[in-house]
């Protein structure tokens, strides 16, 4: 049992990267432009994002499910997924620009600066999702990943200031506090129990 869920961990880590190089060997090749890469990476990012932090609502929604222990294992999976996607975003991103001078100029603006904040955040909880910095930070770990609720809602605000329509970015908002929502609500049900 314990085989055929690293197995299918190993499975599903693979789907997340090959459709990332995919995408990213179709925009290097020319089959696909500039902002429709942009575009997907961030999009899939914050859906990575969003699913990744799905999985203890989920948990409180269906406790006995046999499938919330797969999810749970692949919690960190998702995430540094998530991270990877959105520095294929950054790196298209700065390709594209035209020098340091104008990144930086750029960067200080609300709209990509919540972009550069969030990447940061990013990077530091990849970095951190792994076993040995679980051991080594101990208690701490888990109050460092609870900053996975600033970087989705700097991730969030900066989709939506920066998309030309940005509704679907706002459906990805609504989705992410339904489920902060329904977590409050059963932490509290279970607390009162």
């Known amino acids: 049992m ?23 060997y179709r925009y290097v090749s020319g089959a696909s432009f500039y902002g429709e890469y942009l575009h997907w990476t961030g999009k899939q990012s914050v859906r990575l994002l969003i699913a990744a932090m799905a999985v ?6 269906f406790p006995r499910a046999g499938w919330i222990k797969w ?38 603006t609300f709209e990509i600066l919540t972009g550069w904040l969030a990447f940061a955040v990013m990077f530091i909880l990849a970095a951190t999702s792994n076993d040995l910095s679980v ?9 460092l990943h609870q900053a996975v609720f600033f970087c989705a809602a700097l991730t969030l605000l900066h989709w ?22 329904w977590r409050k609500v059963a932490h509290s049900k279970l607390n009162l129990i």
Not at 2 to 24: E, I, N
Not at 73 to 86: E, H, K, L, N, T
């Open 71 to 108: 999810l749970l294992q692949c919690r960190r999976v998702i995430g540094v997924a998530a991270f990877f996607y959105a520095t294929a975003h950054t790196i298209a991103y700065l390709q594209n620009q035209e020098g340091m001078e104008h990144i930086v100029r750029s960067g200080l």
């Open 160 to 181: 939506i200031l920066t998309a030309f329509n940005p509704m679907t970015a706002y459906l990805h908002l609504a989705l992410l506090l339904a489920l902060l929502v």
């Open 135 to 143: 051991r080594v930070l101990g208690g701490k770990w888990k109050a």
């Open 56 to 61: 203890t609502p989920l948990r409180l929604l």
């Open 2 to 24: 314990v085989r055929a869920l690293a197995s299918s961990r190993g499975l599903f880590c693979m789907l997340l990267y090959f459709a990332l190089a995919a995408q990213t």
